[in-house]
């Protein structure tokens, strides 16, 4: 069996497309990272590096999950937002509209992250809150 490659950015890597729920054909998936059968990657999204998507999370729309991230539970990521580093976006939280999530952030609960917004370092977006347009939530801050 040949193995098959994927250039997400540098050079390729071992990878493959992820078979959705429905057994649709999904997104590139580097074979280092994770997915679980009951996630969805739909086919513009990358998972890569050492990154997890597991549960009934979504990532979707030109987003990005990778670095060693987590993304579970009921979360979404899509339209070209990126969850990084050992960022981590679960629960019912949505990341999404080229928003940021990365170095060891939580974004949970029902939090909503969009726009040019970014939430990084040791920080935590939780409960309803929402963190929009040029935004960025950082250090040891909590919302």
């Known amino acids: 069996m040949a193995c098959t490659t994927y250039d997400f950015g540098n050079g390729e890597v071992p990878a493959h497309r992820h078979a959705n729920p429905d057994g649709s054909l999904g997104g590139w998936v580097a074979d280092a990272a994770t997915v679980s059968p009951t996630a969805w990657v739909q086919?513009?999204?990358?998972?890569?590096?050492?990154?997890?998507?597991?549960?009934?999370?979504?990532?979707?729309?030109?987003?990005?999950?990778?670095?060693?991230?987590?993304?579970?539970?009921?979360?979404l990521v899509s339209s070209n937002a990126e969850v990084y580093g050992n960022a981590e976006v679960y629960g019912d939280a949505r990341v999404f509209r080229d928003?940021?999530?990365?170095?060891?952030?939580?974004?949970?609960?029902?939090?909503?992250?969009?726009?040019?917004?970014?939430?990084?370092?040791?920080a935590w977006v939780s409960g309803n809150a929402l963190v929009y347009g040029s935004a960025k939530v950082y250090g040891n801050a909590e919302v």
């Open 43 to 75: 086919n513009r999204a990358r998972v890569y590096g050492n990154a997890k998507v597991y549960d009934n999370a979504w990532v979707y729309g030109d987003a990005w999950v990778y670095g060693s991230a987590k993304v579970y539970g009921n979360a």
């Open 99 to 122: 928003a940021e999530v990365y170095g060891n952030a939580l974004v949970y609960g029902n939090a909503l992250v969009y726009g040019s917004a970014k939430v990084y370092g040791n």
